[in-house]
Each structure stands twice: as C-alpha cells, then as structure tokens.
C-alpha cells in the first residue's frame, strides 16, 4: 500500500526544492573529453563547452587505445561474467589486471570491485570486531564513513589533516587490539593531499595500519603518477589502498584494493560487495589493463595534466582570484556566499566553460567556491580560454584582487 510515504516523500521533495538543494542532472550528449556538447536545462539547445568538472584526470574516458582495448574484449572475453568471481566468474584477464595493479602500486596483492564505494564498503568489517579501533580523518568519503558503520570497531574521528588531533585519538585507542588510521589521499573538495609521510610515522609509533582512499591520486599526482603515497615519499608504506578505476584510470566504473598479502587473501574469503556481487565486466578489465600499461610505460599523461594545472593556478592567481595553494588538479576558486558560487559558475557556462559551484553543506558554511578540475584532456588553448572567460566574470563581480573579507563585505556569506 503506496500511501502515507508518499505523501511524506513528495513534502520532503519540495522542501528540498525550497531549499535551493534539488540536484539537477545535466545531460551530456558527446562522450566524456575536454570540449563537450551538454543540454541544460533540460529541454533548452546544447551548447559547446569546455569541460571543467570532470574526473578525467588523464583524459583517458575516450582515448583510442581505451576504446580499442574495450572493443577488443568484446570479441576475445565477451560481454558479462553472469556470477560473482567466486563460482564462475573469474576469467585470466581479472587475474592479470590484480597482478598489473599490485606491480604498478608496489603491493603484495589486489582485489577487483564493481566501484571503490564496494572496495570500501567491504573492507573493515572483514578484518575489525568490537575489540579494535578506526581512526579516520573527518573529511573522508561516504563510502568510507559507510564501510566503518557496517563494522562493528570503535570509530575515533580526528579533525580533518590535524596531525595533532590524530596523534590524540591514537593514544586515546591504544587498549584496542588492533587500531587503523584510514584516509582520502586528497580530499576532493580542497584538492588538499592528505599528510601520509606523517601519518605513516604515526602510525608506526602508536602500532596502527594505515589506509589510504586515493580515488582522486591514482594516475595524477607523485612523481610517476602513483599516487598519495608517492608524492609524500612512502610509496610501498601504506598497509591498504583502495581507489577506482572510474576517475583518472579510464572513468567507467571499478575498483580495487591493494595492499598486504594476508589482507588481501581475508579480504576474497569474507569480504560481502565482493562474494554477493558479480565480476568486474571483461569490457572494463581489459581497458584497464591497457591504462595500467599506459602508466607504466609513460608519464606524459601525468605531466601534462601537472603542466596544465601549474598553467592554471599561475593564470588565477596573477588575474587576483582567491584560490586554494596547492599540486593538485583539483583546484577550488573561493567565493565565500552560496549565490555567488551560482551566479559565477552560470554566466561562465554562458562564456563556453563548464564548472560547477559548490556550498554548504557540500563544503562548510560559508566556504562556497566553485572547484576546477584540470585534466591532461584539456589543451593551453582550453586553460587560457579559461582563465579568461574568469577574468572577465570575476571583473562584473568585481571579486579580483579581493581579499575573503571584502568579498563577504559585499556579497555576506
Ligand atoms: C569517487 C570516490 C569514491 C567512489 O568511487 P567509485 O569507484 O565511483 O565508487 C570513493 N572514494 C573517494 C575518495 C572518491 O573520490
């Protein structure tokens, strides 16, 4: 009987309409790259865009050689798996794939997920009970914070990259038996890279593992484009990783987790997104396998999205935007007032540049910007067009060159 929720669904649907919080979808009507064909509102004509807020890191979503690679599994391994891993479902390319991503990563084994949001959802409960301790950095993903309530270990929350605070809660946890520190690699909002060197080291002192989400890291940043824990020196020193093959590796969906020989091994007997749900698509382990080749042969991808992102911070920063300091290609241009971030991201989409505006309670109060992603997709011609077509929206606001205060002066926040 469809009744009384109804009726509460369709008020609690307006409320969020009221409140400025409904999450329209824009439509996309070319494959995923730099210059996009996108219908929004829907109903109203596409325009050409430059795409700005995707996670295509290394602009691999339409590359050739992916979509060779994807094609060719059609013919050599078919379409679906039809069972979970486990009864009949796991074909040799799965098992090359874990062994590509173990050597790429310099880990002792992986395992294969339909999404990280499965990697991480999956991956406490196998390993912790009552007696142990989760230390997770305040800011992590929600697939994190889920992956923690389905298990039944103490959860200690440091305030977010707060070496201090974290160091507080590992003493606080040290009757448990086993404790882990558990973080995203960079938090996604503020392009920030979580602090592994010290985490590390902390973790050695108090004798917990470390894990680390690197969902937006893998492929992008360190020096070869292994990730957080290359870029801050302790590559091969985290116990667990857990990412996705749906960002910078290719974009279609996936994940995995790396790490320690024996936790991976627990993790394929007893973890439950990967027993009660069916194999990775031959489709995307086979284009995956060509990215991880890719990677290893070359770092030109991860260069170029390096130079474009130093391009862009340089670009912002000298016409007197307000942005974030920092490597990352994730790069958050703060505007203070929740309005502000809309009105600015819109008119930009009239001037061909496609970015999204985010406030709270996405970011906290007060802290609206609008996030840029660059991506090794995008060309100077893209950056320069970018900054730009900023300069020129920032000068009607009359934001550059101001500082947080004066923007809050005259738009509140
Ligand atoms: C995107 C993201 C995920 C989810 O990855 P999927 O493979 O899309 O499920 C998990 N963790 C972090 C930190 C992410 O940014």
Redesign the pocket.
Known sequence: MYGKIKDDLQRELVSIREAGLFKEERFILTPQAADIRVEYPEGSPPAEVVNFCA?NYLGLSSHPKVIEAAHEALNTHGYGMSSVRFICGTQDIHRQLEQKISEFFHTDGTILYA??????GGLFEPLFTKEDAIITDAL??A??IDGIRLCKASRYIYKTNDMADLEAKLKEAQGARYRIVAT??AF?MDGTVAQLDKIVALAEKYDALTMV?D??CTGVIGKTGRGSTEYCGVLGQVDII?S????ALGGA???YTTGRKEIIEMLRQRSRPYLFSNTVSSIVVKASIAVIDMLTATTELRDKVEANTKRFRKGMTAAGFDIKPGDHPIVPIMLYNAKLSQDIARDLYGEGIYVIGFYYPVVGRGLARIRVQLSAGHEFKHIDKAIAAFTKIGKKYDILGKTKEEIIAKYGE
């Open positions: 996670n999404a990280c949001f499965d990697a991480n992590n993903h697939s994190i995203d690699g996604s989400d969902a937006h857990t996705t093959l749906g960002k969906s996936g994940g």
